[in-house]
């Protein structure tokens, strides 16, 4: 029995409080809990009908679950109660705890240590609805109903207990095990509930709502979990419209924002992210009937050449193929269909074969027999009220035949929401079909699918370099030279330079690193915004000059060796973040990084096969090919170095602050790359 049980599947209630634990009491009674059910109020005789007890001293033992639903002030007296005598669980309803500012956050400290060891739900959270085993720890009506002895489903956890709701009012067919919300996570968060919802065999697919993590490592043990029992995992994370970090000392705090962040985590972890409740709702169907798919290519039939193109045009910009068919897979197409009909992925196999369910099948099953990943019909029901439906559940019933013979995923998807209802949706899936609504949001259902399928296949990540934080203290920011000096003791590969002071010759160094050469003003954090660089000076009287206005501006020079025949630009940059650890920003390099906002984020560490998926996601990564007469950029030496910036970044995870290469210049294939800027700033820790 885990920690959890008693909570999830509880054989006995006690629900305490007025109008919020007699609607608890209510659901559990309408849902059809078989256990004990113990109301208490201290000015009632009875609640629903049942025997009221003036107080949880005088239950008949120690409730399973406890639901409490008084005020603040009487809730923290209450758990300790509870705790004391030995309840199994605990859910609070009551709000006005840590959301609220200091004194919630002292209320709630309060509210944790009444708990102790037993497990708290909330507050401010409306509890859970379990729809196996017929349990409602709910204060609101639901739109769920019991799955039966034998149903499976997805699990659901909200932070949001409206949102919650909204979900259990759901008209898409999606079989629901579990919704549970979680509210402050005080003690018992998302994670723990997520690792003991994933054990149950009847669980398919777990859904995430998520506001703020409770914890990083909690989920990543949730995506441990997950892969292990071949249980995917779709989060939609708020909070991607929140303003990106100020810029501090360096390019990459401006572009690295805290939902690049987030993408990156669960790109690394294999959970997959969506952007709206709708899309979190079609992933989980397709999840549940047909689990992460193989691959991203997808077939699309239908009987209209409207529809055919809808459908080509959605899928552009996205990683779904519609794969070409080869003469072998559409001549027996053609053979059915006739000379008229232009046989190609998306199909628009025509009205001439409507209603013949011998042609539809045969058609159906030679596309089926192709071997995508997915195989998508197109089809839009009539309306019950006013229309015969005869000829769809032909098309239906060749489908599912097709699908069954060739042993091949299969979805239905309706262009427009409402022609497709709840009960055909459910009979889709008793046919195991997946019933999808809305071409954008089956489109992107079916991508996270084949994310996952993607993420499963890999190698299983490493724990985050989650590392103390040194913000707050003193820091060092060590000058472009330092910090180049810095970075080349990890074989970084940094141009020939000089620190210069104006007793010094800049001409006589210039001449002994050679032509051309660089002269850059130190101590100044954005060189070029402030035109305190000066490039390509090709002989003395150049570098008199450049030296001359330079003093103006600092009294510490750099001089080194101008990079020759370089073909891109990268900005390779780290910050450290409270939860992630230290992130890894790889952008286009130069001074529009932030205006082309062209970047990927890693989280350290990472291996090379990371960096070589992040670079070929930059829009300049077709620079490394070579691109309108250039010579291809060196790849290899692009990953290389980048391995050896995480490698200087993992050896000082406890003072790194911020380092901003910029740029990283890649040379043509087989010349390297060389760093051409360095920023650093590194915190002073009393333990290093």
Same mark, same amino acid.
């Given at each position: 029995?885990?920690?959890?049980?008693?909570?999830?599947?509880?054989?006995?209630?006690?629900?305490?409080?007025?109008?919020?634990?007699?609607e608890?009491i209510?659901?559990?009674?309408?849902?059809?809990?078989?256990?004990?059910?113990?109301?208490?109020?201290p000015?009632?005789?009875?609640?629903?009908?049942?025997?009221?007890?003036?107080?949880v001293?005088?239950?008949?033992?120690?409730?399973d679950?406890?639901?409490?639903?008084?005020?603040?002030?009487r809730?923290?007296?209450i758990?300790?109660?509870l705790?004391?005598?030995?309840?199994?669980a605990?859910?609070?309803?009551a709000?006005?705890?840590g959301e609220?500012?200091?004194?919630?956050?002292?209320?709630?400290s309060?509210?944790?240590?009444?708990?102790?060891?037993?497990?708290?739900?909330?507050?401010?959270?409306?509890?859970?609805?379990?729809?196996?085993?017929?349990?409602?720890?709910?204060?609101?009506?639901?739109?769920?109903?019991?799955l039966?002895?034998?149903?499976?489903?997805v699990?659901?956890?909200?932070?949001?207990?409206?949102?919650?709701?909204?979900?259990?009012?759901?008209?898409?067919?999606?079989?629901?095990?579990?919704?549970?919300t979680?509210?402050?996570?005080?003690?018992?968060?998302?994670?723990?509930?997520?690792?003991?919802?994933?054990?149950?065999?009847?669980?398919?697919?777990?859904?995430?709502?998520?506001?703020?993590?409770?914890?990083?490592?909690?989920?990543?043990?949730?995506?441990?979990?997950?892969?292990?029992?071949?249980?995917?995992?779709?989060?939609?994370?708020?909070?991607?419209?929140?303003?990106?970090?100020?810029?501090?000392?360096?390019?990459?705090?401006?572009?690295?924002g805290?939902?690049?962040?987030?993408?990156a985590f669960?790109r690394?972890?294999?959970i997959?992210?969506?952007?709206s409740?709708?899309a979190?709702?079609?992933?989980?169907?397709?999840?549940?009937?047909?689990?992460?798919?193989?691959?991203?290519?997808?077939?699309?039939?239908?009987?209209?050449?409207?529809?055919?193109?809808?459908?080509?045009?959605?899928?552009?910009?996205?990683?779904?193929?519609?794969?070409?068919?080869?003469?072998?897979?559409?001549?027996?197409?053609?053979?059915?269909?006739g000379?008229?009909?232009?046989?190609?992925?998306?199909?628009?196999?025509?009205?001439?074969?409507?209603?013949?369910?011998e042609?539809?099948?045969?058609?159906?099953?030679?596309?089926?027999?192709?071997?995508?990943?997915?195989?998508?019909?197109?089809?839009?029901?009539?309306?019950?009220?006013?229309?015969?439906?005869?000829?769809?559940?032909?098309?239906?019933?060749?489908?599912?035949?097709?699908?069954? !013979?060739n042993?091949?995923?299969?979805?239905v998807i @309706?262009?427009?929401? *409402?022609?497709?209802n709840? =009960?055909?949706? %459910? +009979? &889709?899936?008793?046919r195991?079909?997946?019933?999808?609504v809305?071409?954008d949001?089956?489109l992107?259902?079916?991508?996270?699918?084949?994310?996952?399928?993607?993420?499963?296949?890999?190698?299983?990540?490493?724990?985050?370099?989650?590392?103390?934080?040194?913000?707050?203290?003193?820091?060092d920011?060590?000058?472009?030279?330092?910090?180049?000096?810095?970075?080349?003791?990890?074989?970084?590969?940094?141009?020939n330079?000089?620190?210069?002071?104006?007793?010094?010759?800049a001409?006589?160094?210039?001449?002994?690193i050679?032509?051309?050469?660089?002269?850059?003003?130190?101590?100044?954090?954005?060189?070029?915004?402030q035109?305190?660089?000066?490039l390509?000076l090709?002989?003395?009287?150049?570098?008199?000059?450049? !030296?001359?206005?330079?003093?103006?501006?600092?009294? @510490?020079l750099?001089? *080194?060796?101008m990079?020759? =025949?370089?073909? %891109? +630009? &990268?900005?390779?940059?780290?910050?450290?973040?409270?939860?992630?650890g230290?992130?890894?920003?790889?952008?286009?390099g130069?001074?529009?990084?932030e205006?082309?906002?062209?970047?990927?984020?890693?989280?350290?560490?990472?291996?090379?096969?990371?960096?070589?998926?992040?670079?070929r996601?930059?829009?300049?990564?077709?620079l490394f090919?070579?691109f309108?007469?250039?010579?291809?950029?060196?790849?290899?030496?692009?990953?290389?170095?980048?391995?050896?910036?995480?490698?200087?970044a993992?050896?000082?995870?406890?003072?790194?602050?911020?380092?901003?290469?910029?740029?990283?210049?890649?040379?043509?294939?087989?010349?390297?790359a060389?760093?051409?800027?360095?920023?650093m700033?590194?915190?002073?820790?009393?333990?290093?």
């Open positions: 029995m885990t920690r959890l049980q008693s909570l999830l599947n509880p054989r006995s209630i006690a629900a305490i409080g007025g109008k919020e634990a007699a608890v209510a659901q559990a009674m309408k849902m059809g809990f078989a256990g004990d059910i113990w109301p208490v109020h000015g009632r005789d009875e609640v629903c009908g049942l025997k009221a007890f003036y107080s001293s005088n239950l008949p033992s120690a409730p679950v406890a639901y409490v639903a008084v005020n603040r002030q809730t923290i007296g758990v300790a109660d705790a004391n005598m030995g309840a199994g605990v859910i609070c309803y709000s006005g705890f609220t500012g200091a004194l919630g956050e002292d209320l709630q309060a509210l944790i240590d009444a708990a102790g060891d037993m497990p708290l739900i909330g507050p401010n959270c409306y509890g859970l609805l379990n729809y196996v085993d017929r349990v409602a720890l709910w204060p609101d009506q639901h739109g769920g109903k019991s039966g002895d034998d149903g499976t489903g699990a659901i956890i909200a932070q949001s207990s409206n949102i919650a709701i909204n979900l259990t009012m759901q008209r898409r067919g999606l079989p629901i095990a579990y919704i549970l979680v509210g402050n996570q005080a003690q018992t968060g998302m994670c723990e509930l997520a690792l003991d919802l994933l054990d149950d065999p009847r669980v398919t697919a777990l859904g995430l709502h998520i506001e703020g993590f409770d914890s990083v490592v909690g989920m990543e043990a949730v995506a441990r979990k997950s892969r292990m029992l071949k249980k995917p995992v779709v989060a939609m994370k708020v909070g991607r419209s929140q303003a990106a970090q100020k810029a501090t000392f360096t390019h990459t705090a401006s572009i690295s805290q939902d690049n962040a987030v993408d669960f690394r972890i294999g997959a992210r969506v952007f409740l709708p979190l709702l079609e992933t989980l169907k397709l999840l549940h009937v047909s689990g992460p798919l193989d691959g991203y290519s997808i077939s699309s039939l239908s009987c209209s050449g409207g529809e055919a193109g809808l459908m080509a045009d959605a899928i552009e910009g996205k990683k779904l193929c519609f794969r070409e068919l080869t003469d072998d897979e559409i001549n027996p197409v053609q053979a059915i269909l000379p008229l009909v232009a046989v190609s992925n998306p199909l628009d196999y025509h009205t001439y074969i409507w209603g013949k369910r042609k539809i099948e045969a058609t159906f099953s030679a596309m089926s027999s192709a071997g995508f990943d997915l195989n998508c019909l197109i089809l839009d029901f009539p309306r019950e009220d006013r229309c015969i439906g005869d000829g769809w559940q032909i098309t239906i019933d060749a489908f599912e035949a097709a699908s069954l !013979a042993s091949a995923k299969a979805c @309706s262009t427009l929401h *409402e022609n497709l709840e =009960e055909c949706g %459910m +009979e &889709l899936i008793n195991g079909i997946t019933p999808l809305g071409v949001e089956a992107i259902a079916i991508e996270v699918a084949a994310d996952i399928g993607k993420a499963w296949k890999a190698s299983l990540f490493e724990p985050l370099a989650i590392c103390d934080s040194s913000s707050g203290q003193q820091v920011c060590p000058d472009e030279a330092e910090a180049k000096s810095i970075l080349s003791e990890f074989g970084i590969t940094v141009p330079g000089q620190r210069l002071s104006p007793a010094e010759n001409i006589s160094a210039a001449n002994e050679g032509y051309p050469v660089v002269l850059k003003a130190l101590g100044l954090a954005h060189k070029s915004e035109k305190a660089v000066r390509n090709a002989n003395a009287s150049d570098v008199a000059d450049a !030296a001359r206005d330079l003093y103006c501006v600092s009294n @510490s750099y001089l *080194e060796k990079v020759a =025949e370089p073909v %891109m +630009e &990268l900005l390779i940059g780290i910050i450290r973040d409270k939860q992630f230290l992130l890894m920003t790889i952008a286009t130069g001074i529009m990084v205006v082309f906002n062209d970047a990927q984020t890693l989280l350290l560490p990472f291996g090379r096969s990371e960096i070589e998926q992040a670079l996601r930059l829009k300049s990564t077709r090919d070579g309108r007469g250039q010579p291809p950029a060196d790849f290899s030496a692009a990953v290389n170095s980048i391995m050896l910036i995480q490698k200087f993992l050896a000082n995870r406890h003072r790194l602050q911020e380092l901003d290469i910029n740029p990283l210049i890649i040379c043509a294939n087989g010349h390297g060389i760093a051409a800027d360095a920023l700033v590194l915190g002073r820790i009393d333990h290093e």
